[in-house]
């Protein structure tokens, strides 16, 4: 910013103030009129020196300037068309997230491990990219690549390159899954102690299933007819995620639990952790693995499916303590016998010393009543027009009829109508059992208290997918090359953890969902000369920008002002 003389053509001189900004279209400097302050002769009557009196003002503007509360004055022009394909609207509420993924220190560790490779691209700069559009705007790897120019980021790359980076990020899973728990551990304070387990599976855009890789088809928990892959995912007592595997889409859920425990401790040097899983991890083999690796565990047990002494100690109302009239709960400390596959592949009888908590929830009692209700409405239906149904679509249903027999080919209903009939019987045993819950631990150390809350943390886990599925949109997956499908659910993963970290620095005062709802609604549009105008702020804004430091209220902001915040995050 100067002052200015221009002489004019009768000879006189005219005096502005201008200031100086670089025109990224036409790509040269060029200034803008800040105060037009009129002819020196004129000046010269009122001022007994204009020009130092200007020039202090310039120095007041300047100062101004560097505040930042000077007015802005802008030069527009009825006549401005719009470039071609030039991306004027930009994401800004990525600034948080690249607070996050720098404090990680993300960019070292690829800068690091791609210093020696001669690649063509920054695999930081891509990485940082499909995080980015991952968790604000999700879709498959084209449309992150198509999305790029909606960030203040570097883009010098093209399609093929970041697919030549998912190689390469596959390459470096365990490392960066590895480097993320060490930064964990060492900067928030990851609390390995008690951990919970959970699966879920994830389908794909294509009919295709690969014999030799993971798409497989299986039971998805989606009920949908594509391949599918599962994945066994770990979680820490704050509710951050810990580490994954992938597994074909054919693995029975239990089998994943063995070989990712294994992992995760010889990886993160975990000594001895309380795993927390519900029913489907509770077998012998995952029991016997527990308590041999030094570990515990916290399981949930059917109890209709349990053995006949169990449910008789169930449904005993001696032992329970009420607490009001909606909770109960007992326990009891129980030597129980449990089926271990042994080294030749035969079940040996092994005996387990157990605490097993039961309680009763009205809730759940109420809930359970609901849900079988409804099925034994579809059993009913079927009785009466049996004719309409076949084993697919009595899948339930069909649990609650006796004698009914179907065609092992067509699935059609053989047994005749009249003998269709519902199993009165079952319904009774069925809704005795309503609201009972049974957890077996080997923690018997602990409370009831302790140990319900310890499974009731579960649901952190559940929601945890429900994320990675709804807001991240993991699914459907896109890419089919296997390195190609590890590197995507390490960029969800990675995604995740981001988000949940963001989540532990707010305190917990907003869901996953609303964090990112705000921070992809902050957003800004060039307008001229560099500057950009906001249109939307709201309290989570208010709440992050205090937490880092960064006003989101501001509505208009220079470019090199928004370069300096982003610069900032990486600083952290």
Not at 189 to 204: A, I, K, L, P
Not at 485 to 513: D, N, Q
Not at 519 to 537: G, S
Request: aromatic share 12%.
């Amino acid at each position: 910013m100067h002052l200015k003389r221009t002489k004019t053509k009768n000879g006189r001189i005219h005096l502005s103030i201008v200031d100086s900004y670089y025109d990224k279209e036409k790509k040269y400097a060029r200034q803008k009129t800040v105060e037009s302050l009129g002819y020196l002769d004129e000046a010269e009557k009122r001022y007994d020196d204009p020009i130092a009196h200007f020039q202090q003002r310039v120095e007041e503007l300047k100062k101004a300037k560097k505040e930042q509360k000077e007015p802005i004055r802008l030069e527009l022009s009825i006549d401005d068309k719009l470039a071609k394909e030039k991306a004027y609207r930009k994401n800004f509420g990525h600034v948080i997230l690249s607070h996050i993924y720098h404090y990680l220190g993300l960019h070292t560790f690829w800068k690091n491990r791609s210093h020696r490779r001669k690649f063509s691209f920054d695999a930081n700069i891509i990485f940082k990219l499909l995080i980015f559009t991952r968790l604000l705007y999700p879709g498959s790897k084209y449309q992150s690549f198509e999305n790029r120019s909606l960030f203040f980021e570097r883009n010098n790359f093209n399609l093929q390159d970041v697919y030549r980076a998912l190689t390469f990020f596959n390459e470096k899973k365990d490392d960066v899954l590895k480097w993320l728990h060490d930064q964990i551990t060492e900067k928030y304070g990851r609390d390995t102690s008690r951990v919970f387990y959970d699966v879920t599976n994830y389908y794909f855009e294509t009919d295709t299933v690969d014999e030799e890789d993971f798409r497989r088809k299986g039971v998805s928990k989606e009920h949908r007819p594509n391949p599918i892959v599962q994945m066994g995912l770990f979680m820490d007592n704050q509710g951050i995620p810990i580490t994954y595997q992938l597994f074909p889409g054919n693995t029975n859920d239990c089998m994943t639990y063995r070989p990712n425990l294994k992992k995760m401790k010889l990886d993160y040097g975990i000594k001895r952790a309380v795993v927390v899983a519900d029913k489907g991890m509770t077998t012998g083999d995952n029991i016997w693995y527990t308590l041999s690796a030094k570990d515990g565990y916290v399981f949930s047990m059917s109890v209709r499916g349990a053995n006949k002494e169990l449910k008789d100690y169930v449904i005993n109302e001696t032992g329970y303590e009420w607490l009001g009239h909606e909770y109960k709960r007992k326990s009891r400390l129980y030597p129980r016998e449990i089926q271990v596959t042994a080294k030749n592949g035969k079940k040996v009888t092994k005996q387990v010393h157990e605490k097993q908590v039961v309680f009763w929830s009205e809730k759940y009692a109420k809930k359970a009543k609901y849900e079988r209700e409804k099925v034994l409405q579809k059993a009913r239906a079927l009785i009466e027009r049996p004719g309409a149904y076949k084993r697919a679509t009595s899948i339930g249903a069909s649990s609650y009829i006796k004698n009914i027999t179907f065609d092992k080919k067509t699935g059609e209903i053989l047994t005749p109508k009249k003998q269709l009939q519902l199993d009165e019987q079952k319904i009774k045993e069925q809704e005795a059992l309503d609201g009972y819950y049974v957890l077996i631990t080997s923690e018997y150390k602990e409370t009831d208290d302790a140990i319900i809350d310890m499974y009731r943390g579960l649901w952190r886990i559940e929601e945890t997918f429900r994320v990675t599925k709804s807001d991240l949109e993991a699914r459907p997956v896109y890419v089919s090359r296997k390195e190609h499908i590890e590197a995507h659910f390490l960029t969800c993963f990675v995604s995740l953890t981001i988000i949940r970290l963001l989540e532990l620095e707010m305190e917990g005062k907003f869901t996953v969902p609303q964090l990112l709802n705000s921070l992809r609604k902050t957003e800004c549009t060039e307008i001229n000369q560099n500057y950009y105008i906001f249109d939307y702020y709201d309290d989570i804004l208010e709440k992050l920008g205090e937490q880092f430091q960064i006003d989101f209220s501001a509505r208009y902001r220079r470019l090199g002002e928004i370069k300096k915040i982003l610069a900032q995050t990486k600083k952290r």
